[in-house]
């Protein structure tokens, strides 16, 4: 099985950019689909963005559409997400997450393995 551990995450001032980073472990990345989701304080996690083994497709919440770039480097084992314009309303714990598949997926309970999250804070 795979463990994550996501890193990156921080304190940005609106208009600002971060990137998270997605490690993984114990098995080759390529094994899986990844995606990233978040989840606001008091509310339920959602879906941001999700890539396919290889990188051939990508889909993202109409949310981040044009803001957000999911990016996965198997040779190094790393899951990507790059975070531009940012919006007091992207504030949340982002988590990444991966599912033994072939196909994107975006709902919660279709991901098996998930790392811990990483805080993102955006100060208006």
């Known amino acids: 099985q795979v463990q994550l551990v996501e890193s990156g995450g921080g304190l940005v001032q609106a208009g600002g950019s971060l990137r998270l980073s997605c490690a993984a472990s114990?098995?080759?990345?390529?094994?899986?689909?990844m995606g990233w989701f978040r989840q606001p304080q008091g509310k339920e996690r959602e879906f941001v963005a999700a890539i396919t083994r290889f990188g051939i497709r990508t889909t993202y919440a109409d949310s981040v559409k044009g803001r957000f770039t999911i990016s996965r480097d198997n040779a190094k084992n790393t899951v990507y997400l790059q975070m531009n314009s940012l919006k007091f309303e992207d504030t949340a714990v982002y988590y990444c997450?991966?599912?033994?598949?072939?196909?994107?997926?975006?709902?919660?309970?279709?991901?098996?393995?998930w790392g811990q999250g990483t805080q993102v804070t955006v100060s208006s």
């Open positions: 997450a991966a599912h033994m598949g072939s196909v994107i997926l975006t709902d919660t309970y279709d991901y098996g393995y």
């Open positions: 114990g098995r080759t990345l390529s094994t899986y689909v």
